[in-house]
C-alpha cells in the first residue's frame, strides 16, 4: 500500500486525539479530570435547539446550496454588520461545516505548492498540518520578547517573496492572549501594502475578559471588500456553546467566495440544513447566553490564576479571552510530551502538549470545566510535581502514594 507524501506529512489532531483517550479511559472507569478540552459545557441556545427540531419533525431534510442557505447568510450579515461594522452581501459568506473548513477552504483556494502561510507562535494545532494538505509551507513566528504578543517586526522577520497568507488567531488558542489593536491595525495594513491575504480567525471574538472589547480588522482597512484580501472566520461553536453542530463561515471578496464555493461544492456540498437553521435561530435569538458564558468562563479563569499562584516553579501569562491558559512548566520538564502523558499516568489528568502548538516546555489547560475539575486538576498536578506537596493523595477512595520525587 502506498501513501502519498502529503498524507505521510501530517500528523493526528493532538486536541481530537487527547479528547479520545480521555473517553476511552473514563469509559473504563478511571477518574479522569479533562484539562485539555476545547468545548465549553454550557447548552446550545434554545433558539438553536427548536429550530434544528423543527426541520427534523417537518421531515424536509434536503441538500442545501454548496456555499449556503440564504436565511443563515442574512443572519451572518446582521452579525457581521452589529460587531464588525461592515455591510456585506450573501455573495461575500461561505457557510461551512465549522470554522475549520472555511480555513481550509480558504487556503485551498490561495495557495499554490511552496506558498508560505505565517502564523505566530503559539497557534492552534491545525494551522501547519492544512497548509501542508493544500501543498504550502507553514512559517512559525516567535515573539522576540517571548511574550504571547506579537508585533509587526515579527512578522515582518520571516515574510518573504514566497509569502501567500498571514493567520492570526486572536484571542487566541492556546494562550488567551488578546492581541493589541495596535498590532491588529498593523497587520492588516501591512498585509494590504504587501498584497498578501490576512486570514482572521476570530472563532473567539466575543469571549474576553476584564472589560476588554473586541477589535473589528475591518476598522483598519483602507480597500473596500471586493479589493480586499482579507478573509474573515468565525463561527457558532465557541460562542454558542455548539462545537458538535459544525457551522463555520468566511466572509471575504465575490471573487475568492466564489472559488471556494466550487471547491467546497465538490468536497462536502453545502451543510447540512438541520444544523444551518439551527445557527441561524442562535446568530438570530437572544444573546444572553454568550455573555452568560463568557461570565462563567471570567470566573473559571481567575480560579485557575490564583490555584497556579500557589505553585512554586510554574510561570502563566493571565488569559485574557477564550477558555485556554498555556502554563510554563519548563521549570519541572522541558518535554511537554513526556509531561502530559506523565500527569495522564500518575493523576489522570488530562492536558495537551504546549509542542502541539509551536513552544515546548507548555501545556494548555482549559477551564471549560467546572471550578471543582479546575481545582482539584491543579491540586493533582501539583502533588505530582512539587516536592513540597505531601506523599500520598486520595482519588476517591484509591490512595496514591508518590515514589517519583
Not at 457557510?95 to 483556494?109: C, E
Request: aromatic share 8%; proline share 5%; charged share 20%.
Amino acid at each position: 500500500m502506498t501513501i502519498s507524501l502529503i498524507g505521510k506529512s501530517i500528523a493526528a489532531s493532538a486536541t481530537l486525539k487527547l479528547n479520545e483517550t480521555a473517553a476511552i479511559l473514563k469509559a473504563k472507569g478511571e477518574p479522569i479530570i479533562h484539562l485539555g478540552g476545547g468545548e465549553p459545557k454550557a447548552k446550545a441556545p434554545i433558539d438553536a435547539i427548536l429550530a434544528a427540531a423543527a426541520v427534523l419533525n417537518s421531515g424536509e431534510v434536503w441538500y442545501t446550496p454548496a456555499d449556503g442557505l440564504l436565511e443563515l447568510k442574512q443572519a451572518i450579515i446582521r452579525y457581521t454588520e452589529e460587531f464588525y461594522g461592515r455591510k456585506v452581501t450573501p455573495q461575500n459568506i461561505i457557510a461551512s461545516s465549522g470554522a475549520k473548513q472555511s480555513i481550509m477552504v480558504a487556503l485551498q483556494a490561495i495557495l499554490d505548492p511552496n506558498d508560505e502561510v505565517v502564523f505566530p507562535a503559539p497557534y492552534w494545532v491545525s494551522y501547519p498540518e492544512m497548509v501542508k494538505m493544500c501543498g504550502g509551507v507553514p512559517v512559525a513566528v516567535h515573539p522576540e520578547d517571548g511574550s504571547f504578543q506579537p508585533t509587526i517586526n515579527d512578522i515582518d522577520r520571516v515574510v518573504t517573496s514566497y509569502t501567500k497568507a498571514v493567520i492570526i488567531n486572536s484571542p487566541n488558542n492556546p494562550s488567551g492572549a488578546v492581541y493589541s489593536e495596535k498590532f491588529i491595525s498593523d497587520i492588516v495594513q501591512y498585509c494590504e501594502e504587501k498584497n498578501i491575504y490576512l486570514i482572521v480567525d476570530d472563532i473567539y471574538h466575543r469571549l474576553v475578559f476584564d472589560g476588554k472589547k473586541p477589535v473589528s480588522c475591518y476598522d483598519y482597512c483602507k480597500n473596500d471588500i471586493e479589493n480586499s484580501k482579507l478573509i474573515l472566520i468565525n463561527g457558532v461553536s465557541k460562542m454558542y456553546a455548539m462545537t458538535g453542530f459544525r457551522i463555520g463561515w468566511a466572509v471575504a471578496n465575490k471573487k475568492l467566495m466564489a472559488v471556494m464555493t466550487n471547491i467546497q461544492g465538490h468536497q462536502t456540498s453545502g451543510p447540512s440544513v438541520v444544523v444551518q437553521k439551527a445557527a441561524a435561530a442562535a446568530l438570530n435569538g437572544v444573546q444572553s447566553c454568550v455573555e452568560s458564558l463568557r461570565l462563567s468562563l471570567e470566573n473559571n479563569r481567575n480560579v485557575l490564576v490564583e490555584q497556579f499562584k500557589t505553585f512554586e516553579g510554574i510561570k502563566l501569562t493571565k488569559p485574557e479571552g477564550t477558555f485556554y491558559s498555556f502554563v510554563d512548566f519548563r521549570a519541572y520538564n522541558k518535554d511537554s510530551t513526556k509531561l502530559a502523558n506523565f500527569l495522564l499516568d500518575k493523576v489522570k489528568v488530562a492536558t495537551v502538549p504546549g509542542i502541539e502548538f509551536g513552544l515546548e516546555g507548555f501545556l494548555r489547560i482549559s477551564t471549560c470545566g467546572t471550578i471543582k475539575e479546575i481545582t482539584e486538576g491543579i491540586a493533582r498536578i501539583k502533588w505530582a510535581l512539587d516536592p513540597n506537596s505531601p506523599n500520598e493523595l486520595f482519588i476517591g477512595n484509591r490512595k496514591l502514594v508518590r515514589d517519583w520525587l
